[in-house]
């Protein structure tokens, strides 16, 4: 009988809105691919809201960007092509026309909280339907410029990822999940997770920002599989 892989959880704070949480998890992605066949990991997802109050029609993300971190046009535009280089290196797209706008993601949130409810708590992938939504919401956001404020791209992304769009729909019409993003908020916050990404490892080791894979693999072999020879 082949021997059971010890098991790592990876908890992620993160907002569709957040640029370095595309990132962070493409550079986690080399991490597991570097333990892969010593160390099984099991990914969840969390809600973050970088702009709890953003309004149902946007914010020009440029002007919100300026606005927020008090920086000229300048700033913003390199700070933009720096981001959108490093996400290329990655194999990830960022096409911000003129058009892009930051966006209210409640209600992205509560369909990743129900794909994470549909979940298996011990199932054997790494990761699971959660993910692959996470990853299209990002991909509608920040490749295709979609609205993903708007329920029909919601249920739209949803069923890209082979969940049911008729539930999807039914959920983003009423409050579904609402009340569980709300709780699951406010207990990050209380875990002092005030950025993100944020990465928990099994359960008590918080990993804060987009790190390079070399941060998290370090953690890892003196944390983790340290413990368990």
């Known amino acids: 009988m082949t021997e059971a892989l010890p098991r790592l959880s990876v908890d992620i704070v993160s907002d569709v809105m957040c640029p370095w949480c595309i990132i962070g998890w493409l550079k986690f992605e080399k991490v597991m691919a570097h333990f892969e066949g010593r160390l099984a990991f099991r990914v969840q997802w969390h809600p973050f809201e970088l702009n709890p109050d953003m309004p149902p029609e946007g914010e020009d993300a440029a002007a919100h960007v300026m606005r927020k971190y008090g920086i000229s046009a300048d700033q913003s ?10 996400a290329r290196e990655l194999g990830f797209a960022f096409n911000r026309g003129p058009e892009f706008r930051m966006r209210n993601s409640f209600d992205a949130h509560r369909l990743l909280t129900w794909a994470g ?5 011990e199932q054997a992938a790494a990761t699971g339907v959660q993910t692959a939504l996470k990853l299209a919401l990002f ?3 920040f490749t295709d410029n979609r609205d993903v404020s708007d329920h029909a791209v ?3 992304v949803a069923a890209s990822v082979g969940l049911d769009r008729v539930r999807a729909a ?3 019409a009423g409050d579904d999940y609402g009340e569980m993003v709300r709780v699951e908020e406010a207990y990050w916050a209380d875990q002092n997770v005030t950025g993100v990404p944020a990465f928990i490892l099994g359960g008590r080791m918080m990993v804060p920002g987009a790190q390079d894979p070399e941060v998290f ?11 368990a020879a």
């Open 154 to 156: 919601l249920a739209d």
């Open 117 to 121: 409810a549909l979940e298996e708590p």
């Open 217 to 227: 693999i370090r953690v890892i072999e003196s944390k983790v599989l340290a413990a």
């Open 139 to 141: 991909r509608a956001h």
């Open 77 to 86: 535009r390199a700070n933009s092509g720096r981001l959108a280089d490093i």
């Open 170 to 172: 039914a959920i983003l």
